[in-house]
């Protein structure tokens, strides 16, 4: 019975694994549009492109903006603060991006937060994702 | 009941092994050379987490009381949201203090702790006495050059830094 159960377990955290390993802009996309209420095709590229490019005024005055540390071509190499290089954000240019639920909803809490001093909502998510799945 | 146990038996082992593996303080084995190398004792989180917007700093550049305080407010880590969830910060923060300047593991961390009072608790590196008496060859302008752009950017000058090393041989000053 242990012995099942231990069995099953391990089968469960192998498919748990699994799932999070197959995570993809797609497979984002159809997550966020859901949590939203929306179908896929209620998320908008270009809505997607203006929240990565619009410059809010940040905790000391300066303009700060999600190109602002991605660059202003997200297929593009980016910067952070301390100098470090960040790798491309869009999928096209770095098949790392989007693959990570976890990861990408880490670092939607954070550079949201510090941007627009709010969370950001599923459907901006979507919309973020769909617009750098494109981006060439 | 056998196998719960058994099972349990070896995930402990393994568990123990890698603590001892990853805890015990390296020493000159793992090349703590001359104090300007540091051993290379490294945490998986601490890797993931605290390398993706500067290099990993290596825990025996500030003492633990830093740490905690560092820790404590990650939610505002000098201007950027850099939060963690409190498992995670917890697995990092023990990490960091069993290494820290303070904990007597290396002598990078001693020669820090030379140069601080028994009750301080910095919250940058580059304020500590220690670094500013290590980079007073370094002019105010060179620091903001656009390459470099902040005293944190160790790696902008130290080719070698995100490996632990800091050595005279590895330095070179980007020209602008």
């Known amino acids: 019975m242990i012995k099942h159960l231990l069995y ?13 390993a197959a995570d993809s802009p797609a497979s984002l996309m159809a997550q966020y549009a859901q949590q939203a209420g929306v179908p896929i095709s209620g998320l908008s590229a270009s809505r997607g492109a203006a929240l990565y490019r619009t410059e809010h005024p940040g905790r ?26 960040i790798e491309p954000l869009a999928p096209a240019a770095n098949p790392q991006r989007f693959t990570d639920a976890a990861k990408v ?5 954070r550079n949201c937060q510090d941007v627009l001093q709010r969370e950001c909502s599923a459907q901006e998510k979507g919309d973020f994702i769909a617009w750098l799945s494109q981006a060439r | ?28 084995a793992h090349g703590d050379g001359g104090g300007n190398v540091l051993p290379r004792t490294t945490n998986k989180a601490w890797q993931q987490e605290c390398a993706s917007c500067h290099i990993a700093y290596s825990p025996a550049f500030l003492p633990k009381a830093s740490w905690r305080r560092l820790m404590g407010g990650l939610d505002q880590h000098f201007g950027e949201n850099a939060s963690l969830d409190p498992a995670t910060q917890a697995d990092i923060l023990r990490f960091l203090e ?16 030379q140069s601080m009072g028994t ?11 220690w670094f500013v008496r290590k980079h007073d060859e370094v002019s105010k302008s060179v620091w903001s050059r656009k390459s470099i752009g902040s005293a944190a950017n160790c790696a902008a000058c130290h080719r070698q830094a995100e490996q632990g090393v800091f050595d005279e041989d590895t330095v070179r000053i980007p020209k602008q």
Request: net charge positive.
């Open chain 2, 98 to 113: 069993a290494n820290a300047a303070d904990s007597g593991t290396s002598r990078m961390g001693s020669r820090v702790m």
């Open chain 2, 119 to 129: 009750n301080q608790a910095p919250s940058r590196i580059t304020e500590t006495r």
């Open chain 1, 8 to 20: 099953g377990g391990l089968a469960v955290l192998g498919m748990a694994s699994a799932v999070a």
């Open chain 1, 60 to 85: 000391n005055g300066e303009a700060v903006s999600c190109a602002g540390c991605h660059t202003a071509n997200p297929t593009q190499a980016g910067r952070t603060r301390v100098g470090k290089r």
């Open chain 1, 105 to 109: 909803e880490k670092w939607f809490r």
């Open chain 2, 1 to 28: 009941m056998n196998y719960l146990l058994r099972g349990i038996g070896v995930v402990a082992a393994v568990g123990v092994f890698s603590l001892l593996a990853f805890s015990l303080p390296s020493g000159d």
